[in-house]
């Protein structure tokens, strides 16, 4: 049997923004509003629903993408284009710098809604240099 994930809820505070938002800093579109949602469709087929909700109801969550390296130097510039700060490091210790866990590099950066979102360009565990958390 096989088994995919489809498609995920992500709370929002503006549906829109949060899903034009990570459109934008990974080089994607948001698709057109469907009911409550707006998705983001992802390369995997895997498709990420942006849903308004209040703030106080957000739980932040952790959302870490897998890029080609090819397209890691365009990520990182529209993020440093945005202002955003970033991390090496999940635990925010290790601000305006990237790692190189299994070889790769990787950077986290938060979401308008709060989310931690991480990208990566190799899978943790895949070997080549040190390995990090996600």
Do not use: C
Not at 37 to 47: K, R
Not at 102 to 115: L, Q, S
Request: aromatic share 8%; charged share 20%; hydrophobic share 35%.
């Amino acid at each position: 049997m096989s088994v995919e994930l489809n498609h995920t809820i992500v709370h929002s505070r503006d549906n829109r923004e949060s899903a034009d938002f990570l459109a934008h800093i990974l080089g994607l579109r948001a698709g057109e509003a469907w009911g409550p949602f707006v998705p983001l469709q992802l390369s995997n087929g895997v498709t990420l629903d942006f849903a308004t909700v209040p703030a106080e109801a957000i739980v932040m969550q952790h959302y870490a993408f897998l890029v080609p390296e090819t397209a890691f130097d365009g990520i990182l510039s529209r993020i440093q284009e945005a202002g955003l700060t970033y991390w090496a490091d999940p635990h925010g210790k290790r601000p305006g710098e990237i790692n190189h866990n299994d070889g790769g590099r990787g950077v986290y950066f938060t979401d308008p809604a709060g989310h931690g979102m991480e990208v990566i360009t190799r899978p943790y565990g895949s070997g080549g240099g040190t390995t990090g958390e996600s």
